[in-house]
């Protein structure tokens, strides 16, 4: 085992070369002029200014920028220098490094630390370097390095086969760059370890269909999707309509495209895509839904019958008050929508406000002429019965 980690990380590093420039930081480097300079007091300082900062700084926010992080590092390296042999030092220096988010100079601090300490694939130590090319692994696949990202990825799962972010970015890299097969794969073991991962199962899927779409579908809707989960939705629906593009019988890129452009209120993107949709096989009826939400969105405005269907959905509930205020709202939000206020009218027809009714009749027959039920409740609502 030993061998193997050594190997691994020897191969990552390879890989990577200088592909991660942590923003013109270099690691701390020895201090000549700190003491003392015994090795385990050198160490032990380490110790108690890493457990000053966790006190000090908030969770989650460990930096090598941060004072007392960075003296602790700098001790760490003091007292590897000073006894660079010894492994409890060489992984006190790897822990610092990873808790402060150092990806390079963690690597390489594990890499020395292995180098002297076998350990099994899994134990707390091979998860820790495993976090640490996980990391370095994302940051490639951010910046379009799939080849790097997924070295990193593949040597995080040999240092952790548990982790389920590494086997799910391995098979999201490897299904990206065309390796259908190898995607499943991996998607399966990442199932294996998280069944009920709506994305994972999501994107196995598409993994198994993917040889249908073609490469360069794929890898847009991945894109794309990874966009979404960072909060970027104009760029997402960008990449979902490309993918759409590049591949038109993709129901999922036509799906996820059409109701980001509803999200975003884009009705005439959400139109194009659900038109297509709805168009391929096994269109669901949500699909024809949300297109016909489209098509009315496109004539109404989107808000003003998104209100209508939050008020009609009340309505169907028994919320009749509920029910009215949210026709009302439609009708003013969109002064022609017709069916806002037959709707309107029919809930004031239903407590009895005939005169009430009788008005929102009154605007829907007018806008719709050819509407016969609304003409017919609107002279029963004049007559007051």
């Not at 980690?5 to 592909?19: I, K, M, P, Q, R």
């Not at 457990?51 to 003296?71: E, F, N, T, V």
């Not at 991945?222 to 629906?237: F, I």
């Not at 406000?353 to 039920?373: C, F, M, T």
Request: proline content about 4%; overall charge positive.
């Amino acid at each position: 085992m030993k061998s193997a980690l050594n190997v691994l990380l020897t191969a990552a590093l390879a890989v990577s070369g200088a592909a991660l420039a942590q923003t013109a930081q270099s690691a701390p480097a020895p201090q000549a002029a700190l003491a003392p300079t015994n090795a385990a007091q050198l160490a032990a300082e380490a110790r108690d200014l890493a457990a000053r900062a966790r006190a000090a700084y908030p969770a989650g926010s460990a930096s090598i920028d941060q004072p007392l992080w960075k003296q602790a590092a700098e001790r760490a390296e003091a007292a590897v220098g000073a006894a660079p042999a010894n492994p409890d030092i060489l992984k006190l220096r790897a822990q610092i490094y990873t808790e402060v988010g150092f990806w390079k100079q963690a690597e390489a601090g594990w890499r020395a630390y292995f180098a002297l300490a076998p350990v099994a694939a899994g134990q707390n130590e091979a998860r820790a370097a495993g976090n640490v090319q996980y990391n370095l692994g994302y940051a490639a696949y951010t910046r379009g390095q799939a080849t790097q990202a997924a070295a990193y990825f593949k040597a995080c799962l040999t240092l952790d086969p548990q982790s389920v972010p590494c086997a799910t970015w391995a098979a999201r890299t490897a299904l990206e760059s065309g390796d259908y097969a190898l995607a499943q794969t991996l998607y399966a073991q990442a199932l294996s370890l998280a069944p009920q991962d709506k994305s994972l199962n999501y994107f196995a899927l598409v993994a198994r269909n993917a040889g249908t779409y073609g490469p360069a579908a794929t890898q847009a809707f991945s894109r794309a999707y990874a966009s979404l989960d960072a909060g970027r939705r104009a760029e997402a629906l960008a990449g979902f309509q490309e993918a759409a593009r590049s591949a038109p019988n993709f129901p999922e890129a036509q799906r996820e495209a059409g109701r980001l452009a509803l999200e975003l209120g884009d009705t005439q993107a959400a139109l194009s895509a659900y038109q297509a949709l709805t168009a391929l096989p096994g269109a669901t009826a949500s699909d024809r839904y949300n297109l016909a939400l489209a098509q009315e969105g496109q004539q109404y405005g989107l808000k003003a019958v998104q209100t209508f269907r939050t008020a009609y959905s009340k309505y169907a509930a028994g919320d009749r008050a509920g029910a009215e205020a949210g026709f009302l709202q439609a009708t003013g939000e969109n002064l022609t929508y017709a069916k806002a206020w037959a709707w309107l009218g029919r809930v004031r027809y239903e407590r009895k406000d005939y005169a009430g009714a009788a008005e929102a009749y009154g605007r829907a027959v007018a806008l719709d002429p050819n509407d016969k039920s609304s003409a017919y409740f609107l002279k029963l609502a004049q007559q007051g019965k």
